[in-house]
């Protein structure tokens, strides 16, 4: 193997050998430690993506590490066609974690998507009493749940799409945040399904109506339709509480407050369940609706295997001990108040939004403009690793293990990055 020495060296391979299907920002990292990324010449940064909000327990979090070169040492994978030991503690873990009855256990976000489509659509046809191959979900606008060929097909991001036809029928799109279309649409014959992010977190991040998801729910289940959360980005403690469905609730772990607490019939987990450590996706439904797939109707080779297992186990341990969601809370109120200063000093930032730690800054330009992505670049010069999304706007979203003092710090760096653009 060629050995790495330079930022240049290790971009010109990828450029070379490496499918173009990503624009990354010419940042080079070989280490990575809570909070902080290293670059192959060593220059340190905070980083503000967290992988998509995969690493919310911060970069090689030294118990989930050690977990798995435990794991990786006894047992690592056997295949469904064999019970193994670490399976069925997780189940009963992760389900009494989320309070659901049962869960199906993927690798990707997007497996997790598929599964979920194809659990709601048979729960359609089997208990709902909808005409076989006639199933339809709905779908938000600007929703982002996934690559593969069926979620692409309601997708309306057309660079996602062009030439990638034909696509899945089903799906029915209406816009996010509105409840008189999802009403609308409920009466439509065949939906058995409702599949929404509770924030649009690639559409950047947009945060609905405090009361939209409750009344979401509430119009689904008086059609007896099926509403699915996709929390893959925004579960996991990084809104400010365990799941973004759990609203405005703060405790630390699973729990039903009526008032705050909108449970989905099914919840799609990803990304920080594992800490970043190995792909590991999770679907939860309530038995009556899992209870659906029959041995043969679904499955993966490695989902449910012992190594994710144990390192989603342990993910899940380390965001209740740590109180990551109530670090997440608090932080989340600092920087959207610092930022919203920001944004009223320098007209280049034209407005702050999100919950928790995960947040947005829109820029004051076209989403053609470069102006974003040069903030971005200016920002890696001062050691703070942001991307943006759509143009013009750029996601802040570090891991939840982040300090106060390093906060302000982070948002010393950005206003001052954002003061030199104006
Ligand atoms: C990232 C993401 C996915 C897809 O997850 P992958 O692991 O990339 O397949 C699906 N839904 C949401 C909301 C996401 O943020």
Request: net charge neutral; glycine share 8%; with cysteine.
């Amino acid at each position: 193997m060629e050995r790495i020495t330079s930022s240049q060296q290790a971009i010109s391979l990828e450029d070379q050998y490496g499918a173009h299907n990503y624009h990354p920002l010419p940042v080079v990292l070989s280490r990575g430690e809570g909070v902080f990324l290293w670059d192959v010449e060593g220059k340190r940064y905070y980083d503000f993506l967290s992988a998509y909000s995969a690493v919310n327990q911060g970069h090689c979090h030294p118990r989930i590490k050690n977990a798995m070169i435990e794991q990786v040492g006894k047992l690592t994978l056997t295949s469904r066609a064999f019970y193994n030991d670490m399976l069925g503690p997780f189940e009963k873990y992760i389900t009494e974690y989320f309070g659901f009855d049962m869960v199906l256990p993927m690798n990707t976000g997007a497996e997790g998507v598929e599964t979920a489509l194809k659990l709601a659509r048979k729960w359609g046809y089997e208990r709902k009493g909808v005409t076989e191959n006639t199933a339809k979900i709905i779908v938000a606008e600007n929703n982002f749940h996934g690559r593969t060929t069926t979620i692409i097909s309601f997708s309306n991001d057309a660079n996602a799409r062009k030439s990638f036809g034909p696509f899945t029928d089903g799906f029915i799109r209406i816009p996010y945040n509105d409840i008189p279309a999802l009403k609308k649409a409920l009466e439509i014959e065949g939906v058995v399904g409702f599949l929404i992010e509770p924030i649009q977190g690639e559409a950047g991040v947009y945060t609905p109506a405090e009361d939209y998801l409750r009344k979401a729910k509430e119009a689904c289940s008086a059609q007896n339709v099926l509403f699915i959360a996709d929390e893959i980005q925004t579960g996991i403690a990084r809104t400010g509480s365990l799941l973004a469905v759990c609203g405005n609730c703060t405790c630390e772990g699973h729990c039903e407050q009526q008032e705050t607490y909108t449970k989905p019939d099914i919840l799609i987990l990803g990304k920080a369940i594992s800490g970043g450590f190995y792909p590991v996706s999770a679907v939860l439904a309530d038995r009556n609706i899992m209870e659906v797939i029959k041995p043969g109707q679904h499955g993966s080779t490695f989902g449910g295997n012992p190594l994710g297992a144990t390192v989603a186990m342990t993910a899940l341990e380390v965001v209740r001990d740590e109180k990551l969601a109530q670090n997440a809370r608090r932080l989340g109120k600092i920087f959207r108040a610092r930022m919203q200063k920001v944004a009223d000093t320098y007209p280049i930032a034209k407005l702050v939004r999100g919950k928790g730690l995960l947040n947005a800054v829109v820029i004051n330009d076209t989403p053609e403009s470069s102006t974003a992505w040069d903030i971005c670049m200016k920002l890696a010069e001062n050691g703070l690793l942001a991307k943006p999304t759509h143009g013009n706007i750029i996601r802040f979203a570090p891991p939840l293990v982040m300090t106060e003092e390093q906060l302000h710090e982070c948002c010393d760096i950005i206003e001052k990055v954002i003061s030199s653009f104006n």
